[in-house]
Each structure stands twice: as C-alpha cells, then as structure tokens.
C-alpha cells in the first residue's frame, strides 16, 4: 500500500495541475472517439502489480497500425478492454485504428526453431526468469501458409535464402534436425544446448546473463562494450561480433521501446547464430570467418532497459523512489487527459518511454521540432523538452559519433510486418531505398513505407553529417506486448537479415 498512498497524494496534485490539459485535448479525443474526464479517479489497489489484463493477449496494446517507428498523428486512448482508438505510432498508416492487413508477411515457422524446455519456469528477484513456452505453436496454427507466396510464385515463407527455388538445398541443424531450405548457405539454427532460450518475457537481467555467457563460450570473436547507463542504472551493451578493426562496420539495434521486448531476444539468438557459426559457416560460399574479418557488426539489443522492464514488471521492476513516482504521474495526467482508462497494470504493459516519459524514438535531433507530442511525459508520445535529454539517447548518439565506419543501420521495432525507409531530407535516399528491398526480400515480402514525423534514431542518422544507409524493420502482426506465438514467424523472417546485411556492404 505504500505506493499507492504516494500515488493518491500526486493525484491530489495532479487534478489542479491538469484542469487546462483536459481542455486542451477534447478536440483532439474528439477525433479518436476518447472521452475527456474532469476528474480523476485513483484506483485503490498497488501500481507494483501487473494488472489483469496485462501482457499476453493480442489486444494489449494501444494501437493497431501498419507501424509503430514513430508518432505523427494525435494520441489514441488505451481502454482497459481493447485496443487503442488511434494509432499512437509512426509513419503511414493503413486506416487508421482498423486492423492491418499483411499482403506478403512470411507465416512459416523456421522448423529448426527449438521450443522452450519443458518444465517450470523461475523468477528469481533479480529477474532472470524463463518462461517456458513453445515458440512454433503459434506460427503453426491460425496462420495463412499462402500468405508468404509473392506474385513471383515464390514462397517466401520458406524464409531467408529460399529465393532460388532450382538451385536450394536442405540445411541440417546442429542436432541434425531439418532447417529452412538454403541458398548455399551453411549457417544453422543452435539447437544443441543453447544460451539463449525463447521465453514469454526476455527481460534485461537475462539478457546480461546471457551475453557475459556468450562472452565466455565465443571470447576470440566477440566484445562487449559499455556504452552508457539508463535513468534506473542500467548498463547499456554493444555487443561487437568481428573484427573491431574491420574498414566496414554494421550496427543493428532494438529494444528502444519498452513494450517490444520480442525484438531484443530475436536479436540475441541472432547473436548466438552469428558465433556459433563463425568459423565454421558460410553464406553464399563465403566463409564467415571472412566476412567478420571485413565486416564487424555491433548489436545493441535493448536500448531502453528501463522501458522493457516496466512493461514486463510494472512498477515492481524500478528501483528508484523518484521514478516510480514519475511513472505515477504519467499515468495521473493520461487518464486526466484521456489517453487511458486501463487499470495501472494493463497501463503499465503497454509502456514504450523511458522511465520518465520520455519517448526515446522522438528525442533525437531529427526534426524535432515538427514532431507532435504530448504535452506532458506519458507512457508514449512524448518527445522531451528538447533533443537528445534522456541519457539512453546520448548513449546511442556517442556510439554512432564514435570513431567506427559505419556502413548501414538497422532498426528493430514491432508491429506490423513493415520496413520504414526514408525521411524528409534524407541525405542517403538511394541507398536507404536499396537496403530496404534487400531487407524486404530476406523478410518474406515485409512491406516498405516511406517515414514521416521525426526524432527517431533511423532519422537522426539519415539527416546528420555521417549519413549511412538506415531502414527501421517493424517485425510481428499483433499490437505490443506480443504473445510468444508470434516468435517463431518472426525468427522464420529476419534470422539471417544481418548476414545479408553483411554481404551487402561488402558489396559496396
């Protein structure tokens, strides 16, 4: 009950302070269907908890959207029974707050994708937990097999490599199951005692255990960089496969916004693939082993360690007094205002900030200014009082300034099957353009979707003085937080996106 009594004092504050807020946006909920209260109603129970309603159905989460890079248009409301109304993310939308279709998502589940093992899953107080589950249940059930099958004939769900129909052949696993059919392609799925396990909820303290493993089991050909800490003191990692002195340098990153914590397991067994298969792999008859002495590429799978843990945990997750009470507020103004009537819980799953507000993908120095955003920190929407404030955001910025030569970006973000390309301004329009259909023919037929709005990360990169090739990957179909279901398609569609990746700028 302590924070709730905490909670009912700031609610009592917050009434007087957003009397002329809930004015301010009865226009804009007239638009979205939302209703505006004149007063606050503080539930009486502990925001620690992770309300009924939380994680692991389809219709948590505030928006169903073809996207979810960037907000450009007026904030939805998050119900405590469904979906958002509105979209509260990026780019163009593909009507609204209906349901997207995926004209081309690759479906198939890679058959070599391992299911969690069976048994109970821990949580220990530190966090570290598996939650088991079976990754290819989803996948193999309720999805459209012909949905993957472009007008070429070709059928995309067969995953990457699978394009060359006449010249394909069958990989075998290292437990000798069988794979994705391959192009001359000897890079296989680590299903023989693995680090890194599928599981409900990846959450940072896994993470953290998992790389400094990796580290121990692959040490000649990984290393693992600090490159800043977050509000709640989290370290934020750069986890380098290669050779750090390589003249062509790749950075994949993911996990920027709480809620799509899929994407930060999705690229640690990306990760794990990668070194397993070092020196003994090949991608189109090249070692690998070549490739990494020519290319290094840098995965930074979780930018915003306090988001994913709010989102997984809920107020239980966050150390630091002061912040919980931030979080706290944010959630007092937004239902002043409108933006939720969930429960804490439901409320605090669907969080994309940081642990203050502050919407990580809008803080950078991108357009910033024309960027719409709430008035107040919220669990999305808000860009900050300025670019570049929130210490994650400084971190990524002083990597990419650092002194590596960068030759292509790559952004994971959830939802819908999509890859966001371009912005106004964009110094490396062509080659954006090139990537991103590199990328959607790897992906099983992702679709591509020019970006408006501003103040992502993808953005801040294609308008700044070191411009590279950048494209945004929104991975998965079902609005954040994503049930383990969506796992397997997922990993069916982007498994060997940074192998492609590497040959392309090899390339160039």
């Not at 969690?116 to 059930?141: E, K, M, Q």
């Not at 994705?180 to 396990?197: G, L």
């Not at 203050?356 to 808000?382: C, H, I, K, M, R």
């Not at 940074?498 to 160039?508: F, I, L, P, S, T």
């Amino acid at each position: 009950m302590k924070n709730y009594h905490r909670w009912a004092a700031l609610a009592g504050a917050a009434v007087l302070a957003v009397s002329s807020v809930t004015t301010a946006w009865a226009d804009e909920s007239s638009q979205t269907g939302a209703t505006v209260d004149t007063a606050i109603q503080v539930p009486a129970f502990d925001l620690g908890q992770s309300g009924g309603t939380g994680i692991s159905g389809p219709t948590a989460a505030d928006g169903i959207n073809s996207g979810a890079e960037q907000t450009t248009a007026p904030q939805g409301v998050i119900s405590s029974d469904g979906p958002q109304q509105g979209g509260d993310s990026s780019g163009t939308q593909s009507g609204g707050s209906t349901a997207v279709s995926q004209p081309g998502d690759a479906s198939g589940a890679a058959a070599s994708q391992p299911a969690a093992p069976s048994g109970t899953g821990t949580t220990s107080s530190s966090r570290v937990i598996r939650v088991n589950g079976d990754a290819s249940a989803g996948a193999a059930s309720g999805q459209n097999s012909s949905a993957g099958t472009a007008s070429s004939g070709i059928d995309y769900s067969l995953g990457p490599g699978a394009f060359n129909q006449q010249s394909q052949q069958t990989q075998q696993t290292q437990d000798g199951q069988q794979s994705v059919p391959a192009e001359n392609i000897q890079i296989f799925d680590v299903t023989n005692n693995p680090i890194v396990q599928t599981v409900e909820k990846y959450s940072y303290d896994q993470m953290v255990q998992d790389i400094t493993l990796l580290k121990q089991r692959y040490s000649n050909y990984m290393q693992v960089n600090t490159i800043g800490t977050s509000l709640d003191g989290r370290a934020m990692y750069d986890c380098i496969i290669g050779n750090p002195a390589a003249s062509k340098h790749i950075l994949i990153q993911g996990g920027i916004h709480g809620r799509e914590y899929l994407n930060p397991m999705l690229m640690m067994q990306q990760m794990e693939m990668a070194l397993a298969n070092y020196s003994t792999g090949s991608f189109h008859d090249v070692p690998l082993s070549t490739m990494f002495s020519q290319v290094a590429v840098h995965f930074v799978p979780m930018t915003n360690p306090d988001g994913v843990t709010i989102s997984q945990f809920g107020m239980d997750g966050i150390r630091s007094q002061q912040l919980k009470d931030a979080i706290g507020t944010c959630y007092v103004m937004d239902t002043a205002a409108g933006r939720t009537t969930a429960d804490p819980g439901t409320y605090l799953s669907r969080w994309k900030a940081n642990a203050q507000g502050v919407d990580l993908n809008l803080n950078f120095d991108a357009l910033w200014s024309d960027v719409y955003s709430t008035e107040f920190p919220s669990y999305s929407g808000y860009k900050g009082t300025a670019p570049g404030t929130e210490p994650e955001t400084q971190a990524m910025m002083n990597l990419y300034n650092s002194q590596y030569p960068w030759k292509a970006v790559i952004h994971y973000h959830s939802m819908g099957n999509v890859i966001y390309w371009d912005i106004l301004g964009n110094k490396v329009q062509a080659e954006s353009s090139e990537l991103a259909n590199l990328m959607s023919t790897v992906t099983g037929g992702y679709r591509i979707l020019p970006s408006e709005g501003g103040g992502g990360y993808k953005d801040w990169i294609q308008l700044g003085s070191k411009p590279v090739p950048s494209v945004t990957l929104e991975t998965g179909k079902i609005a954040c937080p994503m049930p383990l279901s969506e796992y397997a398609a997922i990993w069916t569609q982007n498994r060997l996106t940074w192998a492609y990746a590497m040959e392309w700028v090899m390339g160039r």
